[in-house]
């Protein structure tokens, strides 16, 4: 009956450590209020990251306000490869990857050139491939990895990157705030 006891007490605490770690590694996927479909084009991405908000604009109409994670090191505008900040600045969408490794992507034509002179000055790689993206691929749709986790990009929900999708075009400007 003690070897039991044991092996039932054994499980609870597997079962409880298991449940504490997909809180902490998974967090659900924050509601979307129904405003009804987004439709037609953007003219404007603002990206405020002090507020880990992005606003879609239409004639200078805020559409719609998504909650971001950001670059694991978010504070301050991106430098170089590697140091896990999101540029800030004014920036333009450049490409699309339906087939990225993250949920959608639209990417950002950063480093712009003033961002590469001043990386060659310093000797070192600006860094490159920065997008907007949903969640890793094979990750469930209802999930968000939490924090600020990406190498410098703009990560939203798998389901917002499908509302986004069609109305951000190339050639979209984007303004990232501090």
Not at 23 to 28: A, D, M, N, T
Not at 77 to 97: A, C, S, W, Y
Not at 108 to 113: A, E, I, V, W
Not at 114 to 143: C, E, K
Request: glycine share 10%; charged share 20%; with cysteine.
């Amino acid at each position: 009956m003690k070897i039991l006891a044991a092996a039932y007490s054994a499980l609870v605490l597997l079962v409880l450590i298991v449940a504490v770690v997909l809180i902490v590694l998974v967090r659900p996927m924050p509601s979307v209020p129904d405003h009804g479909p987004l439709t037609g084009p953007v003219d404007l991405i603002v990206v405020e990251k002090a507020a880990r908000r992005m606003v879609l604009y239409r004639d200078g109409v805020s559409l719609r306000s998504y909650r971001i994670a950001l670059g694991f090191a978010a504070q301050g505008d991106k430098l170089r490869q590697g140091d896990g900040r999101t540029p800030e600045g004014i920036f333009h969408i450049n490409r699309r990857n339906e087939s990225s490794a993250y949920h959608l992507s639209l990417g950002l034509d950063y480093p712009r050139p003033v961002d590469s002179a001043r990386a060659a000055a310093g000797g070192y790689d600006p860094g490159g491939d920065i997008f907007f993206h949903g969640q890793p691929n094979g990750f469930p749709d209802a999930a968000m990895v939490p924090g600020d986790w990406t190498a410098g990009c703009i990560a939203l929900s798998n389901a917002e990157m499908r509302e986004i999708w069609p109305v951000v075009a190339i050639g979209t400007k984007v303004e990232i705030m501090p």
